[in-house]
């Protein structure tokens, strides 16, 4: 029987950050009496919380300076918006900052989110993007630590970012997985998951599964000395390679997989064991379908150069001159039934991860090629397959190599031709320096289809369109509400997007370069985001935190 005393999961996000940091050590950073709360969801009706659900708080762990980032799951789920983005960016980059001087900060973060908050969207799709990009880089100089401890667990957005992690500690009753059964089970039907059959969910996503799979490292008890101990043990050891950068392993993993049947997670786990003793599949090569947007836009910017690994066909790359294209397309005999539609999948996450870290391997010595990341995704594959194998592992990869090709010296393009949703978007696009999209009315970005947002947030769809149009313009799906964020750098008018020219391929490539250059001249992160015109005037929140945070750092 669990000594509630003890209990992890049964504590609050704050006691939980005290709990772990060194006794009499806890600081709390832009605490409740700081006052700074959502702007989003007053205008919406909603309560909002005066720490946004996000505690950081500053002490130490074993005695070495320490940062720990606990997300509250009884607010709101867990759920990231600006405010609470801004928070986990900021502590990240300042444990960055002080890691790049030398002075070594040890960072945790504890997980019970449900992602991003639908009733703050592109705001909380841009903060898990920057939150990303700080943890990539940051593991570099030590551990990056997640614990999942349970009631909520780790999904959406956050999943991903759980994906980059030095280290995971799960619980049993911790679950990570990138879509959550309700979604999934709204998006694809009751065939593909039961949301209400619990224990069958637990087998999934659940703690013990998740370390049987290779995706998580330390299964402990609920308990706040075994919790401490594993976490001691972390940094004591030191940095490990992270399951992100391990692209041939998974990828040569999910090559074996046999979805034509519903496998068990039993069958996972086997499949998992025998992971070292088994031989990559032989894939038959499938003709390239040019049948989407971003596949035709493709065709037009490489103009017929061969495509590189072309045995998993929904991932278009080729090299020419000095730029490497890579798009996702529609794949209709893809073996994940779930990812037919241009969806980014378990092959299509892993895949981009490959062709972005060959990339960086064969230009080390050399000039760095740019690369264009075509965007025209639907979003993310929602299937059980996909979530017992680990979706949200493959899209961390696909982060991970972009932003680490970006810190290589690679400039990275984001061309939006289509549409840009949710992990899918994450995986592919918002790691690049520079975003250049069409102005289309069929270029949109969101977060979840509109009747999963009504469902999820208890709305009806008209109504969520109605808080989009008035109240909260990063909840709308248009171009032109995303752009006013200050992420896109170029918003390009009269090309066709459908059946690109010669003329419009010359505008974009004008475009890119004219961006190159922009890049060149400043910094690899994506803190050019946040010095826009665009940023300065509706991002106010994410620049009010991170100001604040700095001042109260030391």
């Known amino acids: 029987m669990i000594n509630l005393k003890d209990s992890f999961v049964e ?45 950081i708080a500053r002490g130490t762990i074993d005695g070495f300076p320490a940062v720990v980032i ?21 502590a990240l980059e300042l444990a960055l900052e002080d890691n790049r001087k030398g002075i070594k900060i040890r960072p945790v973060i504890i997980f019970d989110t449900g992602g991003i908050r639908l009733q703050e969207a592109n705001y909380g799709l841009l903060a898990i993007s920057e939150i990303s990009s700080a943890i990539s880089e940051l593991r570099e100089y030590v551990p990056v630590v997640g614990i999942i401890p349970g009631k909520v667990g780790s999904f959406g957005g956050m999943s991903i970012n759980a994906g ?43 703690g013990e599964q998740r370390l049987a799979m290779g995706l998580a490292d330390h299964l402990v008890d609920d308990d706040v000395e075994s919790i401490k101990t594993c976490l001691h043990q972390i940094f004591k050891e030191g940095n490990t390679s992270p399951r992100s950068i391990q692209v041939e392993r998974f990828e040569s993993f999910i090559s074996n997989i046999n979805p034509a049947t519903k496998l068990t997670p039993q069958d996972a786990q086997a499949l ?74 378990l092959e299509e996450g892993w895949r981009l991860a490959k062709h972005i870290r060959e990339a960086i391997e064969e230009d080390k010595n050399g000039e760095k090629r740019t690369i264009v990341a075509i965007v025209d995704v639907p979003g993310q594959a929602y299937g059980y397959h996909e979530e017992l194998f680990g979706i949200h592992q493959a899209c961390a990869a696909a982060v991970d190599a972009y932003a680490s090709a970006r810190r290589a010296g690679h400039p990275i393009i984001a061309l939006m031709v289509g549409n840009a949703v949710s992990g899918a978007f994450l995986a592919h696009g918002l790691q690049a320096n520079r975003i250049i999209a069409l102005d289309h009315e069929e270029v ?41 964020l200050g992420a896109v750098d170029e918003l390009v008018k009269a090309v066709n997007a459908d059946e690109p020219t010669m003329e419009d391929v010359r505008v974009i490539q004008e475009k890119i370069e004219e961006l190159i250059a922009d890049i060149k001249a400043g910094t690899p992160g994506l803190q050019h985001r946040l010095q826009t015109k665009g940023a300065k005037e509706n991002r106010t929140a994410s620049i009010l935190v991170r100001k604040k945070l700095a001042e109260q750092w030391n």
């Open 164 to 206: 980059l992690l030095s280290s995971i500690i799960i619980t049993m009753e911790g679950r990570l997985g990138l879509n959550g059964p309700e979604v999934i089970e709204l998006e694809a039907g009751i065939e593909e998951i039961d949301s209400q059959n619990r224990q069958q969910i637990w087998k999934i996503i659940g």
């Open 444 to 484: 949109n970005v969101h977060v979840m289809s509109k009747k999963s947002a009504a469902k999820i947030t208890r709305r009806s769809i008209d109504k969520l369109e109605e808080l989009a149009c008035k109240l909260v313009p990063a909840m709308a799906q248009d171009i032109h509400s995303f752009a006013s």
């Open 70 to 90: 606990a997300i509250e799951g009884n607010f709101q789920g867990g759920s990231i918006g600006e405010v609470s983005g801004a928070k986990i960016a900021g």
């Open 272 to 345: 998992w064991k025998e992971q070292h003793d088994v031989k990559t599949t032989a894939k038959r090569k499938q003709p390239v379908q040019y049948n989407s947007r971003g596949a035709r836009w493709f065709k037009a910017l490489t103009n017929g150069t061969e495509i590189i690994g072309d045995d998993v066909p929904s991932v278009l790359c080729a090299d020419k001159g000095k730029f490497r294209y890579l798009s996702i397309t529609p794949n209709p005999n893809s073996r994940f039934y779930r990812a037919r539609q241009g969806e980014v999948g």
């Open 11 to 55: 504590r609050y996000a704050r006691q939980r950050a005290e709990a772990i940091l060194d006794k009499g050590s806890f600081r709390e950073l832009l605490g409740p009496f700081e006052g700074i709360y959502s702007p989003h969801l007053l205008v919406q009706n909603i309560v909002p919380q005066s720490d946004d659900g996000v505690v």
